[in-house]
């Protein structure tokens, strides 16, 4: 139902035909019902949405760095939310239920995007709460540098999310970082490559695709 405004204009519903104020003035256009808010397809992308924004939100700080110079979306959040919903997730309905449910697909999970090739890890061991790394340290494409900084991300269900932005330079070759003294239980690692220096804009040019390791 509509209601009219001070000035003579109508805000609201009337007939077919919605009226809504932006910046002092009166916009109109045509009123459309809503669609089933049941349907299966709305369903299961409302459970998408609420699997991976629950798991994404451990790694925002890691993702506003991984996904930076977003060209198609409004965050670099909203992009990596996106490509979690439709690569990351494997369906886990149960049989005969009517809502859908998801969970993530650890190995496909992406933390960052980017020009920098990403990394050519030979070998990852755990000592402990010690992450040892070996990695191919030529410079590769044109995108690369010698200095480009490989960071390395651990996750528990548990004890949430680390990461060592600087386990060393790509022409290291190897390296290492100590993971909390809480993180005991096995974790899941990805690294990518990260170099500020290159642009001081966020940049798809900072930064390199991530690579699951898996779980140690």
Known sequence: MARINPDGTYSGKVGN????????????????????????????????????????????????????????????????????????????????????????????????????DTPQVDSCERAGNKILLNWVPTLGGIHNRLYDSLALVAYNQQTGVTVNYHVGCRDDGSGSTLLPDEFTEPVHLWVFYL??????????????????????
């Open 17 to 116: 035909v919605v009226y809504f104020r932006r910046n002092g003035k009166t916009f109109m256009k045509e009123y459309k019902k809503p669609t089933d808010p049941k349907k299966p397809s709305q369903m299961s992308q409302r459970a998408k949405l609420t699997v991976a924004s629950g798991f994404l939100s451990g790694f925002r700080k890691i993702i506003d760095t991984g996904y930076q110079g977003t060209e198609t979306h409004s965050t670099g959040y909203q992009e990596a939310l996106e490509y979690h919903m439709e690569h990351a997730l494997r369906e886990i309905t149960a049989a005969g239920s009517e809502k859908p449910d998801f969970e993530v697909s650890i190995d496909k999970v992406k933390l960052s995007r980017g020009l920098i």
């Open 195 to 216: 170099n500020q220096e290159k642009n001081r804009q966020k940049h798809k040019q900072n930064v390199s695709g991530s690579i699951y390791l898996g779980e140690f």
